[in-house]
Every structure is written in C-alpha cells, then in structure tokens.
C-alpha cells in the first residue's frame, strides 16, 4: 500500500503545481490587463484634457444595451425608402454630431463640416475607410479587392493606376457621349402623349458610355441590349445586397438576402468582365512592341491598367470599381435632376432657353462651352446638394484622435475619438442642414448657387480630400452632356408622377424609388433638304437616321 500513497500524494502535488501555475497565470495576466487599461485611461484623459474635450450628446435609446431599436427603425426605415429621411431627422432632433449604440458599439454620427474635413483631410491617417472587417468582406463578395475595399498600400497602388487613367483621354469623352446619344434617342418616343421612364435609359446611356470609354468598343462582347441589361441588373441586385448588408453589420447572419443570389450575380458579372480583360492581355502577349496594345483599341484606362499589371484578377477589380464610379453616380445625378425638372416647368423653361440660345438645336455640343453655362451649373449642383449620388459614408479610428466639434451641450466642443470608434457622416444631412443653406434647404432652388461662391466643406457630393472620387469631372461633363442634348431635343416635359413625392432608392447610390416617368413634347427641328432649310417636327413620324440635323 506504501508505494500506492506515495504516487497518490506526488500526484495530488502534481496537481496543486498546475491549480498554483494556473492561478499564477490569470493574476498575472489580470494585473498586465488592469495596467495597460489604467495607463491607456490616462493617456485618453490627457488628451481630453489637452483639447478641453467634451462627450457628445448621445442618441436616446429604448434597448440601451445593444442598441437594437436604433437598428431595427434604421432597417425598416430603409424597406421603406425612408433611411435618409430617418436619418436627417435623428440629425435634426439631436444635434450635428451624436453617438448611438450600435450592436453594443459606440459609435458617432455627425453631419458637421469640420468633422467632416477632419476625417477625410486634415486627420486623414488617424481613419481607414469604413468599417474594415465588414466592408472589405461585404464589398469584395461583389467587386473583388480594389479601391474601394482597400487602405493603406494597396489603396495608394490601386488609386496610383487609376488616378492618371483619369487624367487622361477626356478629348475622347464627346465622340463616345455622340455615339451613344443617338442610341439613347431612338428609345425616346415621338408622341407625346406616350410615358418613358428615363431612369432605365440613363443608366443604360451611362452604362454603355462607360464600357467604351474604360474598356473600349473594339473588345468583345459586343454592345448587345439583351447582355447589357442582363449586366445592369446583375449589377443592381449586388448592390443593393451589399448595402443592406453593409449597414446591417453583425445583424447580417440573421437578416441577410440569401448569398446564392449574390454569387450568382458576381459569377455573371466576372465573366462579362473578363470577356474584355482576357482578350486585352491577349493583345498584350502578342504584341511584338514592348507592351503595345494592338487591335485599335482607343481605350486609355484598360491600356493604363495593362501597362501597370498583367493580373487579372486585380484588372477585373479595378474595372468593376469604375463601373460604379462611372455608372452609377452620373445616372443618378441625371435621374434625380430630371425628376425634378419634369415637376418644375418653370426651371426647365429656364434652363432650355440658355441652352437652346447657345446651342441651336442640331448644333453640335463643345464641352467647354458647356462648362461656362451658369444655370446649368447651378441646376446641377443644386441637384448633386439635393440628391447626393453618394448620400453618407463611414470611418474608423485605428488610433485615439480628436475631432474638432460635437461635444458638449453646445455641440461646439472638440470631441476626443478613441481608437476603433465607427464614424458615420452624412453628406445628405449635411446639404439640408437649414443652418448653412437657409431655411428653404429642403427646396430645389437653383438661384442659390447663382454668386458663383464655392461653398467649401459644406458641399460633397463628391467626397474630399485625398479620397475625392477621380470620375468627377467625367460625371459633370457626361451630365451637362445629356441634360444640353434633350433641352436641346424637347421641348416640354412633363412628369407623369407629379402627385408622387421624390424617394429614394437605396443601394450605395441614391435615385428615385419610382424612376422617371414623363411625357416628352419634340421640339419642332430644323433640317437640311438638298440646301435649303424647312421645320419639321420629329412628332410626325419622321424616321431620325433619314436625315442630318443641321
């Protein structure tokens, strides 16, 4: 029995050792705990201190614990069509800048203009471009890994090929705008007693324009309506996926659309892509000239891209980021500015006729003189202020920074940000905000850009600072273009949902929920018949490619 006790005691001090080890480990890990918590409360009251920070007003929950009322309104808000209506409100109601629960998160909301320049200027380093984890796996599941699901690094690569791709090739922009005018006007009908949406159709005006001027027209597929189509609503039903998604957060698991649909969609878009990149590397391996893209295409951005990469997976990234770029926010700056003109005869009369005095109709558009119209300008801008193609955004600290305002009662107060902290701002709250625009900023008025003053910080449609969207001058010159081209072509519009309310239609992008219907009055156009001019109305059946406006 001897040796059983003894193996029976060195046994139990065995254990002891590992209970003793065990109990070591915890205090010790504890006390580092408690120390790196107690000197990093210190260093975040010293830096409140040092900029006389203040706490922000905080958004009254219901369910204070995980925030889940907040969630739950902004969801059912966004079924609605009424997210940006909810969250202009919750602005209104509690202040510029304010913190809410998100999941169990704090996180801060503000549609202040310092706050705003803070994050995407002057403190651009101290945040990363939304909330890293969700973003980049919610985004990449439909776009792969490009601009806009990257920071750092491979957001300097990536913005570094695109950013000169821009830059170049905009004496290119009126042949392709031409080009695709002309289809877009065959869908216009002549009667105007008929009803067009012409959302659909500048979107596919945009769309069309946009694969020719960044993948070229000599690549295949063809321009095909059908695959066209097929692409754009494969391409719409990610998006709106990935946004519901994104804004959802850790809700996603539960709430999410089904994820077969978003691979499905993706599948299809990839292979309409890589159609376009396959056959350019092709080109690239043949060339016998160093890299010279042969087959006559004339297209500078997949030929900037080739010259940079022959990845092509990261090309067909790149590519599908431009789409967005190019695509979505000019046919919603279009399609939010025509819903309006169509409900307000008396801006378009006003519109058309310094179009019309400056370009006759059938007179050829020169996009510089576009630039110099005044009213143009001012009805899209007020637009782009009313209707932000790209209505609010997110980022997040990844170290203990300060913005310059939101604490206090006041909200005037610096407000220390700690590191992790979600940031949302609202550019669409922002350009209502009665404060800066005056008590009518909920009205389209176009007079108010009329001095010709640039609003600075108050005014983003299309970002700031280093991350300022590249296409924007594409955008405003592919926008005059077709709002020049159809004053130019009608001349009366008339909307056919007058009595319905503009609301949105939600998916990264905003344009109206119930698109653009109107009824479209030809202007009576002037022909050249074997040298001499007669007036003709194109109303009266006359076929457009018989004959050439002057």
């Not at 913190?99 to 651009?124: M, Q, W, Y």
């Not at 700690?418 to 008590?439: C, F, I, K, N, Q």
Request: some cysteine.
């Amino acid at each position: 029995m001897a040796p059983v006790a003894a193996l029976a005691i060195r046994a139990l001090s065995d254990v002891d050792s590992y209970i003793a080890i065990f109990i070591i480990s915890v205090f010790a890990y504890t006390l580092d705990r408690f120390v790196r918590s107690t000197r990093t409360y210190r260093q975040r009251f010293k830096i409140s201190e040092a900029h006389k920070c203040q706490p922000p007003p905080q958004y009254p929950h219901k369910e204070p614990l995980l925030g889940l009322d907040l969630c739950i309104s902004a969801y059912i808000a966004l079924r609605n069509s009424r997210y940006l209506e909810a969250e202009q409100s919750r602005f209104r109601e509690i202040g510029n800048t304010y913190v809410s629960n998100f999941i169990g998160r704090a996180s801060l909301n503000t549609c202040d203009p310092e706050n705003i320049k803070t994050l995407l200027s002057t403190k651009f380093s101290d945040y990363v471009y939304g909330s890293p984890r969700s973003r980049r796996l919610r985004f990449r599941r439909l776009m792969g890994e490009g601009l806009m699901t990257s920071d750092g690094v491979a957001w300097k690569h990536s913005r570094g090929m695109l950013q000169s791709s821009f830059g170049r090739g905009h004496e290119r922009n009126l042949e392709v705008f031409d080009k695709y005018w002309g289809r877009l006007l065959e869908r216009l009908p002549t009667n105007a007693a008929s009803t067009v949406d012409l959302q659909p159709l500048f979107f596919g005006f945009t769309m069309e324009a946009s694969l020719d001027l960044f993948v070229g027209s000599s690549r295949p597929p063809s321009f095909d309506d059908h695959v066209i189509s097929n692409f754009t609503a494969a391409f719409d039903r990610g998006l709106k996926i990935v946004t519901v998604d994104f804004g959802l957060g850790p809700l996603t698991r539960f709430m999410s659309h089904s994820p077969l649909k978003l691979r499905k969609d993706r599948k299809f878009l990839e292979s309409f892509i890589d159609h376009y990149v396959d056959d350019a590397l092709a080109e690239k391996a043949a060339s016998s000239s160093g890299g010279e893209i042969l087959g006559g295409s004339s297209s500078l951005f997949l030929d900037e891209l080739l010259q940079r990469t022959s990845d092509p997976i990261e090309i067909r990234a790149e590519l599908m980021f431009v789409m967005v770029a190019a695509r979505d926010t000019t046919a919603c700056l279009l399609s939010n500015l025509w819903f309006i003109l169509a409900q307000r005869p008396d801006i378009f009369a006003k519109l058309r006729q310094e179009i019309t005095s400056t370009f006759p109709l059938g007179e050829k558009l020169d996009l510089a003189r576009l630039e110099r119209l005044p009213y143009l300008k001012c009805c899209i801008n007020e637009s782009l202020r009313l209707h932000p193609p790209i209505p609010s955004n997110l980022k997040t600290s990844i170290r203990d920074t300060v913005l310059p305002a939101g604490g206090g009662p006041d909200g005037k107060s610096p407000l220390h940000v700690t590191a992790g902290t979600p940031v949302g701002y609202s550019v669409y709250a922002l350009h209502r905000r009665r404060d800066l625009w005056g008590e009518d900023a909920d009205e389209f008025r176009p007079e108010r850009w009329a001095d010709g003053k640039q609003p600075g910080w108050q005014f983003l449609p299309f970002n700031g600072g280093p991350r300022t969207c590249l296409g924007q001058k594409l955008a405003m010159q592919e926008a005059s273009y077709v709002t020049a081209r159809l004053a130019q072509t009608m001349a009366r519009v008339d909307s056919r949902d007058a009595a319905e309310p503009w609301r949105e239609q939600y998916a990264l992008t905003i344009c109206s929920k119930v698109g653009v219907k109107v009824g479209l009055t030809p202007a009576p156009a002037r022909f050249k018949f074997g040298g001499r001019d007669d007036v003709h109305s194109p109303s009266l059946g006359m076929k457009r490619n018989q004959t050439d406006y002057i």
